[in-house]
């Protein structure tokens, strides 16, 4: 009877969710340079050029957007399940100082070529060459890959949770450090950095929603498998154990899921926070939930949340853009003020 | 369950040190010592948890080691001395003492609810099943912990302090389930318990001091034997009471 209850709430909540999301969505395709007005105009009457902005431009980046915070939520779901930890996020293992490093590797080889025109900061988004033709996205994908990969070489394999954090966080500061150290040889590539460091989805096309779909099918297929075993590591690493629970095959899986799903995004949407950390709460927060109810209801609620920090990114200084990044952080940040706040005030 | 000259160590500390015992199936076996002594190390010795520095361990004539994973966890419910506060509801928690039955996908099946349910019953947890861990008291978790180790239904229940948290009357009703548990159900049970007066109730008694073990058999031979006062390394008064036993403590 409970459980029937849950269930139906749950499917209520997946709903309301959906809807938002369309609404947001709509919501995309009508806010951008143009007035509201003439976007209402474009969908009426379309042409050659409403086309290109309404499907070619426009509905990608909301899709993109969708898809890069589904990915983070889900990372950040897994994260704090993995880690025991309500405060764990997705790049705790070091992959967005990884992707950072890679990326302004990538734009510093780069550089002497002068190469102009669209992309991170002005400079071509697909045609960097660095150790041949991999480019910003692949650079901060390596970036993040080897980040991870030195973490748990450093932690000695995945099953200290204590020195895989440990070491994630090592990782993470000495690699922003040597990015620092790199950019402060270089000013014009610190400036091309910025966009990435802040997070921006308007580089994203229907090749980058094809790649973040592809990745969140890989990752949310393993994930929810694993969710019963995500339930029983919330119960203590021994007990799992007892009942059964392979902690190295669920431990390794999910850090490669993670791994994946945390790269992916950087390299395609560069770093934004805030996203993975809060919608696990707000989703906590809204109703009682399950393991695998959370890792399919966590991306949908951080989906929803880039979408609408991206919509508030080009709404709020029409016709001009605030960096996501900014916007999320200033969104999640006071959701996380406002939990401490009534937590403080129930107890 | 054999132990032959188990020894574990933690980094360079030696833990134990060359234990040999053989744990009665269908028999409720309490581990008494002092705090330090190793009695949480042996119950997860036991449940395979930790590496042996040295010997082995047996279950079912098979060596603990040679099991399978699910196998084991068919056979051997663990209870850990603390539980973390898990964000889950009292009936999902228990579900998970299925594990090794259901799988990664957890579909229940009706011999899996009837488990759970009995489970539940047995602790007096049924009413809460819907309610979250987290608003439960300390001792209304304990008992839902050990529903969770009752429900898998195991041949071999390992219980580290499953009395902690819990009033009088419910600490008598918990070792009154595991006697019914041992004796009823021929399950072996094996609980480490600090109440000298409660862990007097159990079949047997495995006394481990300091330097070891002190001694393996039934309550009247570790009375006849003074392992009690060898073990804790002072002396123990324990006096009669009714059908049982009760520990005086010394304040003089």
Known sequence: MARATQRSRFTHWLALGCLVTLLLTAASLLVGTSTIRASLD???????????????????????????????????????????????????????????????????????????GAGWGGLAWGGLAWGGQIGITGAAFIGACAAITLTVLLSRGVMQTASLLLAGIVVGFLLSAITSLLLLRSPDTWRAMQAFLLGSTGYLN??????????????????????????ALALGEDTA?????????????????????????????????????????????????NQRQLLIAAPMCGGALLLAADLISRWAVRPAELPVGVVTACIGGTYLLLMLWRRARHS | MIGREVSVRYGTRRVLERLSFEILAGAWTCLVGPNGCGKSTLLRALAGLIDLDQGSISLEGRLLADWSRRERARRIGWLAQTSSPADLTVSECVALGRFAHTGWLGAVQSADAAAIARALAATGASDWATRRLSTLSGGERQRVQLARVLAVEASVLLLDEPTTHLDPPHQEDICRLLRAQAQGCGATVVSAIHDLSLALMADRLLVLGPQGLVGHGTPEQALAGDWLSLAFGKSIKIIRSGAGYAWQPQLG
Not at chain 1, 95 to 109: C, F
Not at chain 1, 212 to 229: E, K, N, Q, S, Y
Not at chain 1, 268 to 288: C, D
């Open chain 1, 42 to 116: 474009w969908l009426a009457s379309p042409d050659a050029q409403s086309n290109t902005v309404l499907w070619q431009i426009r509905l990608p980046r909301a899709a993109g957007a969708w898809l890069a915070g589904a990915l983070l939520g889900l990372g950040g779901a897994l994260a704090q399940g993995l880690f025991r930890n309500p405060l764990a996020e997705p790049y705790l293992l070091g992959s967005a100082s990884g992707a950072g490093l890679g990326v302004s590797l990538s734009l510093m080889a780069v550089e002497p070529l002068g190469s102009g």
């Open chain 1, 241 to 289: 154990q007892s009942l059964g629970v392979s902690l190295r095959v669920l431990r390794l899986t999910l850090l490669a899921v993670l791994s994946l799903a945390t790269a992916s995004t950087v390299g395609q949407v560069g770093i934004i926070g805030f996203v993975g950390l809060v919608a696990p709460h707000l989703v906590r927060e809204t109703f009682s939930i």
């Open chain 1, 206 to 231: 229907w090749h980058s929603c094809a790649l973040l779909a592809l990745t969140f099918a890989l990752c949310i297929v393993p994930a929810l498998l694993l969710a019963r075993g995500l339930e």
